[in-house]
């Protein structure tokens, strides 16, 4: 399984396994990753799953949908590399992926 590694604004960092077809949302939410709120379960329809993904993942991530890219206007302290976590599917290719968690959400 892939593992994603989540990092927190304070620099704590939790590594978990996380299922293929999966979103990187979803595992935080299951291993309990601080900072990941997840209001509306996934629907792209909040920004409180907000994570900053790595420079070195970014081209793997790849880009937002427009979709995502409206819901990011509402995300607090929005940077290069920001995604709504909901909305990046786990791959085997994001073996080793690297998000950081803002220090709060929108």
């Not at 929005?78 to 786990?90: D, E, F, M, N, T």
């Not at 085997?92 to 992926?97: Q, V």
Request: with cysteine; glycine share 8%.
């Amino acid at each position: 399984m892939p593992k994603i590694t989540y990092v927190s604004f304070d620099g704590t960092r939790q590594d978990v396994e996380a299922a293929v077809g999966s979103t990187v949302m979803e595992n935080a939410i299951k291993h309990m990753i601080p900072g990941i709120e997840a209001e509306c379960g996934g629907a792209c329809a909040c920004a409180t799953c907000h994570v900053y993904v790595d420079e070195a993942w970014r081209a793997a991530v790849g880009e937002p949908e427009p979709m995502e890219e409206d819901m990011l206007d509402f995300a607090y302290e929005v940077r290069p590399g920001s995604r709504l976590s909901c909305q990046i599917k786990v791959t085997a290719d994001l073996d080793g992926l690297v998000v950081g968690v803002p220090e709060r959400q929108a």
